[in-house]
C-alpha cells in the first residue's frame, strides 16, 4: 500500500516532465492570428448594418434618366447662352416698340415732309399695337406647339422687319398704321415663344437664371428707344428698330430646336442631338419610346381648338387664366 501510495504521488511530476521534454512542445506548430480576420469580419457587417439602415432612412435615388448632375460650372452653357442671346433680341424688340411713340410722335409732328396728324390718329398709332399683340398672341400659342419654338421665334422676324420697313417707309398715317399692326403681331407671336424656348434649353440648374432674359431685354429695349430717340429723327429711329428682328432671324438659324419639343413630337435623333447641343441629359430609350406612347394619342386626337375648349371647360385652367388676363 505505501509503494502504490508513492508511485501515485510521483504520476503527476513524471506526466508534466513527459508533456514539457516532447518534441511537439519543443517546435510548436504556428498559430493562425484570426484578429485580422475578426477585425475585417467585423467592418464589413457594420458597413452592412449601416447601409441598411441608410436606405431604409434615406429615399433611394432616382433612376439614371431622372438623375441631373450638378453642374461643373455656375456659368450655362455657351450654346444656350448664344440661343438665349439671340431670342432675347425678340424681348429688345418688344420694349423698343413699346417705347417708340414716345420719342417718334414729336419727331414726325417736328417734320416739314409729313402730314400733320390728328388727336384720332395718334391714339390709334399708339394702340394699334395692342390689337396686333392679341391676334399674334393667338397665331404664336398654336404655331409654337405645331411647328416648334424655334421656328415660331424665325417666323416672328417676318412681320417685324416688314413693320419697320412700312414705318420707314410711311408718308402718311396709314402705313404707320399697317406697321405698328405687323410689329403687334411679331409681338405677341415672341410672347408665347420666347419664354418657353429659353426655359426648355437651359439646364435646371440654370433655368432662374435664364428665365429672367424675357424681362431684362424688354427693359433694355425701353432704355434704347429712349436714350437714341433723343439723338435721331423717327425715321432713322425706326431703322435701328430693324437691326433686332434681323440679327434675330440670323442667329436662330444656328441653333437647335428645344429638346423638349422635339421629345413631345417623336423626333427622337434630333432630341438626342439638341441635348447634346445644349449639353443636356440625354433621356434613356425607355423612358422616350413610353413616353411619346402616352403622347402620341394626345397629339392625334387634338383638334385645332382643342387648346381653347381646355381653357373654357376645366376650371383648374380656366381660373388662372382669368387671374393672368386681369392682373
Keep these: 500500500h505505501g509503494s502504490n501510495t508513492h508511485v501515485i504521488n ?53 433612376p439614371h434618366h431622372l438623375r441631373c448632375d450638378k453642374p461643373s460650372s455656375r456659368v450655362p452653357p455657351g450654346s444656350v447662352l448664344l440661343a438665349t442671346l439671340f431670342s432675347t433680341l425678340g424681348c ?25 396728324l390728328t388727336d384720332s390718329q395718334v391714339d390709334w398709332i399708339s394702340s ?5 399683340a392679341i391676334l399674334g398672341t393667338l397665331i404664336g400659342a398654336d404655331l409654337s406647339d405645331r411647328i416648334g419654338r424655334q421656328l415660331t421665334l424665325l417666323l416672328t422676324a417676318i412681320p417685324c422687319n416688314l413693320g419697320w420697313i412700312a414705318i420707314c417707309a410711311a408718308s402718311d398715317s396709314s402705313l404707320l398704321l399697317v406697321g405698328r399692326s405687323l410689329l403687334g403681331i411679331s409681338i405677341g407671336m415672341m410672347n408665347t415663344a420666347c419664354p418657353p424656348f429659353i426655359v426648355e434649353i437651359c439646364p435646371p440648374a440654370h433655368r432662374g437664371l435664364m428665365g429672367g432674359a424675357f424681362q431684362v431685354g424688354v427693359n433694355t429695349g425701353l432704355c434704347l428707344v429712349y436714350l437714341t430717340g433723343a439723338l435721331l429723327p423717327w425715321r432713322v429711329l425706326s431703322l435701328v428698330g430693324l437691326v433686332f428682328g434681323s440679327v434675330m432671324g440670323l442667329g436662330l438659324m444656328f441653333v437647335r430646336e ?8 417623336g423626333r427622337f435623333q434630333l432630341y438626342e442631338q439638341s441635348c447634346v447641343f445644349y449639353s443636356q441629359q440625354v433621356t434613356d430609350f425607355h423612358s422616350i419610346a413610353s413616353f411619346a406612347a402616352n403622347e402620341k394619342p394626345r397629339r392625334h386626337t387634338r383638334s385645332r381648338f382643342g387648346t381653347l375648349k381646355t381653357l373654357l371647360k376645366q376650371p383648374d385652367m380656366f381660373k388662372p387664366l382669368l387671374l393672368c388676363v386681369f392682373l
Design 92 to 116: 429688345v424688340n418688344f420694349g423698343y416698340c413699346i417705347g417708340w411713340t414716345a420719342p417718334a410722335l414729336p419727331s414726325i409732328a417736328n417734320d416739314d415732309n409729313f402730314p400733320a
Design 10 to 62: 510521483q504520476f503527476p511530476i513524471e506526466l508534466i516532465k513527459i508533456v514539457l521534454t516532447s518534441p511537439s512542445r519543443a517546435n510548436p506548430s504556428p498559430r493562425v492570428d484570426l484578429s485580422p480576420m475578426t477585425s475585417t469580419t467585423e467592418s464589413v457587417n457594420s458597413r452592412n448594418i449601416s447601409s441598411v439602415a441608410s436606405s431604409s432612412s434615406a429615399p433611394s435615388p432616382p
Design 128 to 132: 394699334i399695337l395692342t390689337l396686333g
Design 258 to 265: 428645344s429638346p423638349f419639343w422635339l421629345l413631345r413630337s
